[in-house]
């Protein structure tokens, strides 16, 4: 009879691990609330409207306006004339000359002669086309560069912090750029007449090494009107420059 209520008691009492369950109390779910994490992508609206982009005003001039120019033709005739002046010399001082240097019929002066006649023609073109200006063009400021009436105006009452970009031709016919300042300039007649404009270059040569070119001091213009805009834009530069 014992044995028999033990097993009565082993079959229906025993509680097995796997089925128990743990159930949260009702009074800790309600403290519990989900979190919903907020983007910040969300928050903003997706058409948001964007400001325009102002477009850059188009002006009627560039800021380097050319106001000055010598003539095709005439520009490659000097540039021209200078190589050949420059052949010429190579030609009579290392052909020429020491063939007549060395002959024995012939008195040493004419080798000195031929010398002379191949060293003068390079110098001479040299020193009378050296101020020769091929181009002359002027910086604007950003006002005068959108109507004409403008640009009339600023040309004709030039500031003395104007600048002008002067291109002239170097010993072999290279452009060469200056930037003078319009106060700087002043009329002269040097050269033989063929410079008319100078400026002052001892601070600036007195800063440049001695192996290097010395700035360009002397300007030729020698067109009486430009054939650029009419030439009055050149025109009112040329009478501020003259009023010194």
Not at 68 to 91: D, E, M, N, P, Q
Not at 191 to 208: E, Q, V, W
């Amino acid at each position: 009879m014992i044995f028999l209520q033990r097993a009565v008691w082993r079959t229906a009492s025993p509680i097995s691990w796997s089925s128990q369950v743990y159930r949260r109390p009702p009074y800790i779910k309600s403290l519990v609330r989900p979190v919903r994490c907020s983007s910040t992508r969300g928050s903003t609206p997706k058409n948001t409207p964007t400001s325009p982009k102002i477009a850059p005003k188009k002006t009627s001039y560039p800021e380097r306006l050319l106001v000055y120019h010598a003539g095709t033709g005439r520009t490659v005739f000097l540039g021209c004339l200078k190589v050949t002046t420059i052949f010429i010399f190579s030609f009579f001082t290392l052909v020429v000359a020491p063939s007549h240097f060395y002959a024995e019929a012939e008195p040493p002066w004419v080798a000195i002669g031929v010398l002379l006649s191949g060293i003068i023609p390079m110098v001479f073109v040299a020193y009378i086309t050296g101020p020769f200006v091929t181009y002359i063009h002027l910086r604007l400021p950003a006002y005068a560069r959108h109507s004409r009436e403008m640009l009339m105006r600023y040309t004709k009452s030039l500031p003395n912090d104007a600048s002008l970009d002067i291109t002239t031709m170097n010993f072999i016919g290279k452009p060469r750029v200056t930037r003078v300042k319009v106060a700087g300039l002043y009329p002269v007649r040097e050269r033989f007449g063929m410079a008319n404009y100078a400026r002052d270059t001892d601070l600036i040569n007195s800063t440049i090494p001695w192996y290097f070119p010395k700035a360009v001091r002397q300007f030729g213009v020698h067109s009486n009107a430009s054939k650029i805009m009419g030439g009055d834009v050149w025109n009112n530069i040329a009478n501020r420059i003259s009023k010194k």
